[in-house]
């Protein structure tokens, strides 16, 4: 869709006649579910507000939200509040602001996997990497797919990046390095765009030859599942 409407619309398909409807949505989002969860006779129920008892161990503001919604959903299940409490602050999610650190020569090296691939994913990264990392601007690894919003993704990322290794994933939908090069040269100078073979090539290169030390790979599950293989794969640099 072209608009929170239009998607929450396309979004609110899942909805079925006389089932409770969990969602944290609000604004105009809100308002089309609501109207149609009122159409089909469901009930509808907010995302939970947690307090302090509950620890929620994902990074970023909205990880908190979906948290919530999750929360939300166990009790609309009926599970016990100790069940949730449990599940929820034993959660891992692999791939998502996934912080892995690293040994190479000696140094540390800190690898943040997130498979942002819409532009509400790239903002909700951008902001976790503005307080994580307390404002300093990384290297990224970027691969995405040509028919995400790419451009818009791009730029959500552009202020967190100092310097970047284009890639394409490995996947017949990838976007040419080409393509995205251009899209980052909008934001920031061309001596500091790269492009790799692969995934995994790209972030062996933004380490053996950028010397980066901290790295953000993103743009796509597709791009995250390979750059984790490449960590497996050490032994072969």
């Known amino acids: ?33 609501k109207k149609i969860a009122a159409d089909k006779k469901c009930r509808i129920c907010a995302a939970a507000q947690l307090d ?54 000696g140094s540390d090296v800190t690898i ?49 990046v100092s310097m970047v290794v284009v890639a394409k994933p490995d996947n017949p939908r990838g976007a040419a390095c080409q393509t995205i090069c251009r899209e980052f040269a909008f934001y920031m100078s061309r001596d500091k765009i790269y492009s790799g073979k692969s995934v995994s090539h790209a972030l062996v290169k933004a380490i053996k030859q950028l010397d980066a030390r901290k790295i953000c790979i993103t743009g796509s599950f597709y791009t995250v599942s390979e750059g984790l293989q490449c960590l497996k794969n050490m032994s072969e640099w």
Do not use: M, W
């Open 1 to 33: 869709g072209a608009s929170i409407e239009k998607i929450a619309f396309e979004k609110a398909g899942i909805i079925k006649k006389n089932v409770p409807v969990v969602t944290a949505a609000e604004g105009k989002a809100l308002s089309v579910i």
């Open 52 to 105: 302090g008892n509950v620890i929620v161990p994902l990074r970023g503001a909205h990880q908190i939200v979906n948290a919530g919604t999750a929360v939300s959903v166990a009790r609309v299940l009926g599970i016990a509040e100790r069940q949730i409490k449990s599940g929820i602050e034993n959660v891992r999610f692999a791939g998502r602001f996934d912080v892995r650190v690293i040994k190479y020569r």
């Open 112 to 160: 943040i996997f997130d498979g942002a691939h819409n532009p509400a994913a790239s903002q909700a990264l951008s902001a976790a990497l503005k307080e994580y990392l307390r404002g300093e601007k990384i290297c990224f690894v970027f691969g995405v797919l040509a028919d995400k919003h790419f451009k818009k993704i791009v730029k959500n990322l552009s202020d967190r």
